[in-house]
């Protein structure tokens, strides 16, 4: 049982440059969600989605844009990449989304803009 | 978004001490959960409470609610070097948005 899987684990992009974060789970869970970990600023919610073919933004969605195909997958996109978004990307699943459901968390994605 | 502060920052002590973290909000939470992050690793849960004045024990480590479910605290015994990691709170308020603390990097030396 594998849980949250991201690829890649690191990437470097030059600006303006576009690239995919890929995540997949194999817990047959309907909540997806894409976080940012920055040093002071804790984990900040991307976006989310409760299940395949609905998505919403979180606390911090400007350049990041998804979609919600499959149950099992939910990548992220950085349509033209700014030294901002360099960061370290977490993918996280749980059964409903509600509190009581625990998150499961991929291991992230390191990504450097340069 | 609901803020939910963490104290302290950062946390060195040796092996064999206690220690105390706290988790403060402003605002009533429906649930909240504790996960500990080690270096390169995705946070990983250790408890979740739900009831005003809940405890919570996992081991050395005690969990505890407030009564107004505005805040928490996890209390470790006689730490040892394996807790060492990121200590992180996270409250539920309603909809599907987990809004997390900045937590708490404990550090447990031998």
């Known amino acids: 049982n594998a849980g949250v899987t991201q690829t890649p684990k690191f990437q470097v992009l030059k600006t303006g440059q576009s690239m995919t974060l890929q995540c997949a789970q194999d817990?047959?869970?309907?909540?997806m969600s894409w976080y940012r970990q920055d040093p002071g600023m804790g984990l900040r919610l991307i976006h989310y989605?409760?299940?395949?073919?609905?998505?919403d933004q979180g606390e911090v969605p400007n350049g990041y844009n998804v979609s919600r195909s499959t149950t099992e997958d939910f990548p992220l996109r950085l349509l033209s990449a700014a030294p901002s978004q360099t960061s370290v990307y977490f993918c996280?699943?749980?059964?409903?989304?509600?509190?009581?459901?625990?998150?499961?968390f991929g291991n992230g994605t390191r990504l450097t803009v340069t | 978004t609901q803020l939910l502060e963490q104290s302290p920052q950062f946390l060195s002590i040796q092996e064999g001490e206690n220690l105390t973290v706290y988790c403060n909000s402003s605002?009533?939470?429906?649930?909240l959960q504790w996960y500990r992050q080690e270096p390169g690793e995705g946070p990983v849960l250790l408890v979740t409470?739900?009831?005003?004045?809940e405890v919570k024990k996992l081991k050395r480590l005690t969990f505890q609610f407030g009564d107004a479910r505005k805040d928490s605290s996890l209390h470790i015994t006689a730490a040892q070097p394996g807790d060492t990691g990121l200590y992180l709170c996270?409250?539920?308020?309603?909809?599907?948005?987990?809004?997390f603390g900045k937590g708490t990097s404990l550090l447990v030396t031998p």
């Open positions: 996280a699943s749980s059964y409903s989304g509600q509190g009581d459901s625990p998150l499961h």
């Open positions: 817990m047959n869970h309907e909540y």
């Open positions: 989605s409760v299940g395949a073919g609905i998505t």
């Open positions: 605002s009533v939470f429906s649930s």
């Open positions: 409470v739900v009831t005003g004045g």
């Open positions: 996270a409250g539920e308020n309603s909809g599907y948005a987990l809004n």
